[in-house]
């Protein structure tokens, strides 16, 4: 069992940036892929950005097509965290945002289906 718990979500104006975290606890060393997804009331939730952990301590990254260039994702093995780095937001990323974790690699994005825990979400708000 895994239990990530999101934070720090908040409310800016487009152009700003903000860096959500999410803190992971239980069994953090079989964990092998984390992801970033978020949802906006009445559509579906959507894949963010993932990070998986290969050989040899490789990571791979995936991300959204929306928020590529301006979205980082990275994590911090030694404090069981992974953050989500957003920069020049847009009011279309207005969204609850979700991590979520799952003990097998991503290939690519994925899709809320495959992720296997999964944390309360932390509501991002950008204001034009």
């Known amino acids: 069992q895994v239990q990530p718990v999101a934070s720090g979500g908040g409310s800016v104006q487009a152009g700003g940036s903000l860096r959500l975290s999410c803190a992971a606890s239980?069994?953090?060393?079989?964990?092998?892929?984390m992801g970033w997804f978020r949802q906006a009331p009445g559509k579906e939730r959507e894949g963010v950005a993932s990070i998986s952990t290969g050989a040899g301590n490789s990571y791979y990254a995936y991300y959204a097509d929306s928020v590529k260039g301006r979205f980082t994702i990275s994590q911090d093995k030694a404090k069981n965290t992974l953050y989500l780095q957003m920069n020049t937001l847009k009011p279309g990323d207005t969204d609850v945002y979700y991590c979520?974790?799952?003990?097998?690699?991503?290939w690519g994005l994925g899709s809320p289906t495959d992720m296997t825990y999964w944390g309360k979400g932390t509501l991002v708000t950008i204001s034009s």
């Open positions: 979520a974790a799952r003990f097998s690699f991503c």
């Open positions: 239980g069994d953090t060393s079989n964990i092998r892929c």
